[in-house]
């Protein structure tokens, strides 16, 4: 199983990114996707996730500025991140679960002030 996951990049505030995250080895379809995001000295906090069937639910701080979806046929989940500002700094890491757990490695976000 691998989670690839890209697009992280450096950013001023205001800005917009879109992350990837690639899977293979496992039936995408069936599994939920999430999105979670670590800064350095903090612990792993969820960003957003959507089911297989494309139900979503986001972080409080997020809302209304990122957008999680997916598409089945490329086996592949994505992040749209607009308004992005400074405390939105952090790795972000996909993961896929349903009877299995699995992470990606993460991709490096920063937005400069």
């Known amino acids: 199983v691998q989670l690839q996951a890209s697009g992280g990049g450096l950013v001023q505030a205001g800005g917009s990114l879109r992350l990837s995250c690639a899977a293979s080895?496992?039936?995408?379809?069936?599994?939920?996707m999430a999105w979670y995001r670590q800064a350095p000295g903090k612990q792993r906090d969820l960003v957003a996730t959507?089911?297989?069937?494309?139900?979503?639910n986001y972080g409080d701080s997020v809302k209304g500025r990122f957008t999680i979806s997916r598409d089945n046929a490329k086996n592949t989940v994505y992040l749209q991140m607009n308004g992005l500002k400074p405390e939105d700094t952090a790795a972000y890491y996909c993961k896929a679960y349903f009877l299995n757990t699995y992470w990606g490695q993460g991709t490096q976000v920063t937005v400069s002030s």
């Open positions: 080895g496992i039936t995408f379809n069936i599994y939920s």
């Open positions: 959507i089911t297989g069937g494309g139900s979503t």
